[in-house]
């Protein structure tokens, strides 16, 4: 099938499921170039949602949306470091970005996502896109391969479709494409989850510090916690383990986070002066990563396409990033009829190594990496770390850090295997970043 398509006889131009911070940042950058984009949110915002700190590369999506003097007038706390608490409670030295990169990039913010987003979707609509909350995305449409359209339900129960000549799915971990197609890809290594709570009246450090993201090792060091100072004096505090280690036979979430704590000096003397002001949240649904990006009409984005591991805050960055991309690649295809596989997908491959970078360095660490350590061995790549902490991914001058690091690998380590080994081949094959189904096999 011919990727070009005439783009006559659709509703819009755009259809973007799912609001969050990938949705909306997609929909503007499409809205501005005068496009036709309407989005549908499931919800109605504010909404909670987990992962409230950004690290200093979501400056540049921010800055081309004109989101950062929304943000700069905010409440949000800001955030200049990061630094990391051994298992026996041991700080290393923070991680301070403007001594890295003395720019405004490196003040970044912790932010309250309900709020958050809610301003993402607000300034989605100031920039002419159509939204409409408390509507249900039932289904894509497909002729053949193609995407065509979706199938809604309205907040009185009424269903209609909508064609559009691309779908962009920023569902968020429902990941509507991705179950529809068969695309999700669990990651051999990262099979963990959260369980996390809020505290008031908690510890905070001051000046430069207040802000810092806290990264605390357990103390059976095969998980972390993390310590994120929100405004309104609330820190976010929640534990990353293996998934047998926390959600194990009947134990209560409320026992399994409370053991952890105890188990933690450096989080139990922190959280000792506050109070718990909310209930305990968990998820499951860690790092995933689908087969591809984009197909004939379709896109993927933010955890529609993946997630990660909250570790180094990357979550919101890979929203705002893959976001923006999409965005692009849709732009220039609609200007030239061309809304194939390969035209949507063509920003996959670099996206991937990003994530790929990332990935990697968070392995790293659940196998033993002290930063520390590192630094202290190599100082001249004590930049380079920290270009990968603030999310400096796309781009392969960061690279000469692995050798090194590899250099204090103990004798017989075996290397970190990719996010899709063991995948099975029979479903999809991926070339040139464009999805191809076996023969007689449709969405």
Same mark, same amino acid.
């Given at each position: 099938?011919?990727?070009?398509?005439?783009?006559?006889?659709?509703?819009?131009?755009?259809?973007?499921?799912?609001?969050?911070?990938?949705?909306?940042?997609?929909?503007?950058?499409?809205?501005?170039?005068?496009?036709?984009?309407?989005?549908?949110?499931?919800?109605?915002?504010?909404?909670? %949602?987990?992962?409230?700190?950004?690290? $200093?590369e979501?400056?540049?999506?921010?800055?081309?949306?004109? !989101?950062?003097?929304?943000?700069?007038?905010?409440?949000?706390?800001?955030?200049?470091?990061?630094?990391?608490?051994?298992?026996n409670?041991?700080?290393?030295?923070?991680?301070?970005?403007? =001594?890295?990169? $003395?720019?405004?990039?490196?003040?970044?913010?912790?932010?309250?996502?309900?709020?958050?987003?809610? !301003?993402?979707?607000? %300034? &989605?609509?100031?920039?002419?896109? =159509?939204?409409?909350?408390? #509507?249900?995305?039932?289904? #894509? *449409?497909?002729?053949?391969?193609?995407?065509?359209g979706?199938?809604?339900?309205?907040?009185?129960?009424?269903?209609?479709?909508?064609?559009?000549?691309?779908?962009?799915?920023?569902?968020?971990?429902?990941?509507?494409?991705?179950?529809?197609?068969?695309?999700?890809?669990?990651?051999?290594?990262?099979? /963990?989850?959260?369980?996390?709570?809020?505290?008031?009246?908690? %510890?905070?450090?001051?000046?430069?510090?207040?802000?810092?993201?806290?990264?605390?090792?357990? &103390?059976?060091?095969n998980?972390?916690?993390?310590?994120? $100072?929100l405004?309104?004096?609330?820190?976010?505090?929640g534990?990353?383990?293996? +998934?047998?280690?926390?959600? /194990?036979?009947?134990?209560? %979430?409320?026992?399994?986070?409370?053991?952890?704590?105890?188990?933690?000096?450096?989080?139990?003397?922190?959280?000792? !002066?506050?109070?718990?002001?909310?209930?305990? +949240?968990?998820?499951?649904?860690?790092?995933?990563?689908?087969?591809? #990006?984009?197909?004939?009409?379709?896109? *993927?984005?933010?955890?529609?396409?993946?997630?990660?591991? $909250?570790?180094?805050?990357?979550?919101?960055?890979?929203?705002?990033?893959?976001?923006?991309?999409?965005?692009?690649?849709i732009?220039?295809?609609?200007?030239?009829?061309?809304?194939?596989?390969?035209?949507?997908?063509?920003?996959?491959?670099?996206?991937?190594?990003?994530?790929?970078? !990332?990935?990697?360095?968070?392995?790293?660490?659940?196998?033993?990496?002290?930063?520390?350590?590192f630094?202290?061995?190599?100082?001249?790549?004590?930049g380079?770390?920290?270009?990968?902490?603030?999310? =400096? *991914?796309?781009?392969?001058?960061?690279?000469?850090?692995?050798?090194?690091?590899?250099?204090?690998?103990?004798?017989?380590?075996?290397?970190?295997?990719?996010?899709?080994?063991?995948?099975?081949?029979?479903?999809?094959?991926?070339k040139?970043?464009?999805?191809?189904?076996p023969?007689?096999?449709?969405?």
């Open positions: 099938m011919s990727a070009r398509r005439d783009l006559s006889g659709v509703d819009v131009d755009v259809i973007v499921i799912g609001g969050g911070p990938a949705g909306a940042t997609a929909s503007t950058l499409i809205a501005r170039h005068g496009h036709r984009v309407r989005l549908f949110e499931r919800e109605r915002f504010p909404r909670f %949602h987990i992962g409230e700190s950004l690290i $200093p979501t400056y540049w999506v921010l800055q081309r949306l004109g !989101m950062l003097p929304k943000m700069q007038q905010s409440s949000f706390v800001k955030k200049y470091s990061v630094q990391f608490v051994s298992a409670g041991k700080q290393s030295a923070p991680f301070y970005f403007w =001594d890295n990169k $003395p720019h405004d990039c490196s003040q970044t913010w912790q932010v309250v996502r309900s709020e958050f987003d809610q !301003m993402m979707l607000t %300034h &989605a609509r100031e920039h002419g896109v =159509d939204v409409h909350e408390g #509507v249900h995305v039932l289904d #894509v *449409l497909f002729e053949g391969d193609r995407a065509v979706v199938k809604i339900r309205d907040e009185d129960g009424s269903r209609r479709e909508i064609r559009a000549a691309v779908v962009v799915d920023a569902s968020g971990q429902s990941a509507l494409l991705q179950n529809r197609l068969k695309l999700r890809l669990w990651d051999p290594v990262l099979n /963990k989850g959260a369980i996390w709570t809020y505290w008031e009246g908690a %510890h905070r450090d001051t000046g430069r510090d207040e802000g810092a993201t806290l990264v605390l090792q357990t &103390a059976t060091k998980g972390w916690f993390w310590y994120i $100072p405004h309104n004096d609330v820190v976010s505090v534990v990353v383990a293996p +998934f047998d280690h926390l959600f /194990k036979g009947r134990v209560s %979430h409320e026992q399994t986070y409370q053991e952890g704590v105890d188990r933690c000096g450096a989080v139990k003397e922190r959280v000792a !002066m506050g109070r718990r002001v909310t209930g305990y +949240f968990a998820t499951r649904d860690y790092s995933y990563r689908s087969r591809a #990006v984009a197909g004939d009409g379709w896109v *993927l984005i933010g955890d529609a396409f993946g997630f990660l591991d $909250p570790l180094y805050s990357s979550g919101v960055l890979l929203a705002l990033r893959s976001g923006e991309l999409a965005a692009d690649a732009v220039e295809g609609l200007a030239a009829g061309d809304t194939g596989a390969a035209q949507l997908g063509k920003w996959g491959p670099l996206f991937n190594q990003g994530v790929d970078r !990332m990935r990697r360095l968070v392995c790293e660490y659940y196998d033993g990496f002290s930063f520390g350590n630094v202290r061995r190599y100082p001249d790549l004590r380079t770390i920290t270009d990968l902490l603030i999310g =400096d *991914l796309f781009t392969e001058r960061v690279d000469k850090v692995w050798g090194p690091l590899e250099s204090l690998y103990e004798a017989g380590k075996q290397p970190i295997p990719p996010w899709d080994a063991g995948a099975p081949p029979e479903l999809v094959q991926h040139a970043n464009q999805l191809v189904l023969e007689g096999r449709r969405p």
